[in-house]
Structures are given as C-alpha cells and as structure tokens.
C-alpha cells in the first residue's frame, strides 16, 4: 500500500510539474539605446541657383539622397548604413570632374568627409560601441557634408560675383 501511494503521490507531482503555467506580461520590452530613433540635425544645402551647375556630378546627388535618410536614424540603422555610405563617399571624391571644384580647399573638404565616413565603419567592428559615439559621428558627418555645400555656395558665388563685377574694365578707363 505504501508503493501505491508513493506512485500515485509521484505520478500526481509529475503531472502537476508538466504542466504549461502560462505568465501574462503587461510590460512591454524596453528599447536599448541603439534602437532609439535620433533626429540629427539639418545640414547647409546647395543654394538652387547653382544647383545646376553640378548637376553632371551624379554621386554628389546619391550622397546627398543617402544623408538625408540618416536624419532620423536609429544607431543600430546608421551602422548597419555605414558601409554602403562609405563606399558612396568613395564614389563622390573619385567622380569630382566639375573644374570649378578642383581646388585644394574643397578636395580637403571632401577627404574630411570621406576619412568620418571611414571612421563610420570602423565603429561596426567595435562590438562595444555606445549609442552615443555612433550619433555623434553621424552629427560630424552632416556638418561636415554642410561644410561640402557651403564651399560649393562660396564657389559659385565668388564666380558669379567676378563675372557681375568686370574689374579689368575698370583699371583699363583710367
């Protein structure tokens, strides 16, 4: 009789143990940083007169589509972006061909945004990069792809001043 019980006590704790306890969560799973969406700040554009003037430079317009998708970005988005942008910015500074632009100042510019592009990458390989490192390089990048437009402003503006302002004309009357 004490077997029958010790079976039945054990079958009853078996059955009792197998059985599916279903656990409700009302909370909802909580989002790490590097899956916070972040909205990084606007960079300069091209002013629309001159905006012609460059138009045979396909890859600056890629580039330029290509940044405006990471204004809002998660970290983790911008990572998983940084090698096809590093291979864009590659593209931009081999395919420079408009002769106005190639001057020191802005092919320095243009290897400033290749190098924090590079640098973009690399953090891919970091496995214990913060949120916060990935944003701020992301926030370089836009000032300095502002800087890019801002040279191309100055560039174009300069020219279409000297072609307003004739100076040879004016030493020559005198």
Not at 13 to 27: A, G, I, M, N, R
Not at 103 to 118: D, H, Q
Request: glycine share 2%; aromatic share 8%.
């Amino acid at each position: 009789m004490s077997r029958f019980l010790y079976v039945t006590a054990s079958l009853i704790l078996l059955v009792s143990s197998c059985q599916k306890k279903e656990e409700q969560k009302t909370e909802l799973p909580t989002k790490t940083e590097m899956h916070v969406s972040v909205k990084h700040s606007d960079y300069s554009k091209i002013n629309g007169d001159y905006l012609k003037e460059i138009k045979p430079w396909k890859e600056y317009f890629i580039v330029d589509d290509f940044l405006n998708e990471l204004k809002n970005t998660t970290p983790t988005e911008a990572l998983n972006n940084a090698v096809e942008l590093k291979k864009i910015s590659k593209h931009l500074k081999d395919s420079l061909n408009i002769e106005t632009l190639k001057t020191p100042a802005f092919k320095a510019r243009i290897n400033v945004f290749e190098n924090e592009t590079l640098r973009l990458a690399d953090m891919t390989l970091i496995p214990s990069i913060s949120a916060s490192e990935v944003n701020s390089q992301v926030e370089k990048i836009m000032v300095i792809f502002g800087s890019v437009n801002d040279k191309i402003n100055t560039v174009y503006a300069k020219k279409k001043f000297d072609k307003e302002i004739n100076l040879d004309s004016l030493f020559k009357n005198q």
